[in-house]
């Protein structure tokens, strides 16, 4: 698998992501209706014209979901055993149909897991920015990562 194990990330590394996402208004839909999500500013092109945005805005949840799965072949494919947890997600800029997506993803920390041994506890920081290189959405992620082996 080409995902990372526990003792193979590296503190304060820095994954610049390759894969990146034009996001279009069918993925909009499609994710808002399939979460029935009604909200309008996400589906509704007449409500969303008289917001402060003039258009519609792609749900901030599809954002978070694709900002990670970008990230995954580079460090978690095969190797995670499940995400602990998600904090400090912000979103500081609005996302739109044809916006494209690239991510970076840093480890901010990491440590063996006290109950698991062979296993240990990544935080990674995720960061997505649109065509401008603007910052569109941060989240610190846990996740509980296999060990190559259990010294690891």
Do not use: W
Request: hydrophobic share 35%.
């Amino acid at each position: 698998m080409a995902g990372l194990y526990f003792g193979e990330f590296e503190i304060g590394h820095v994954f610049e992501h390759e894969l990146r996402r034009t996001i279009t208004e069918s993925d909009n839909m499609l994710f808002s209706n399939m979460t029935l999500n009604p909200q309008p500013l996400h589906i509704d092109h007449e409500f969303a014209k008289n917001t402060e945005f003039g258009k519609p805005l792609v749900n901030s949840i599809f954002t978070l979901g694709l900002m990670i799965g970008i990230s995954v072949s580079d460090t978690t494919l095969g190797t995670t055993v499940g995400n602990l947890g998600m904090s400090d997600t912000q979103f500081p800029r609005p996302v739109f149909h044809g916006d494209t997506i690239h991510v970076t993803t840093e480890v901010a920390a990491k440590r063996a897991s006290k109950s698991r041994p062979g296993q240990g506890i990544v935080t990674f920081i995720h960061r997505a920015y649109n065509q401008d290189n603007k910052l569109v959405v941060i989240c610190h992620r846990a996740a509980l990562m296999r060990g190559r082996n259990k010294s690891d």
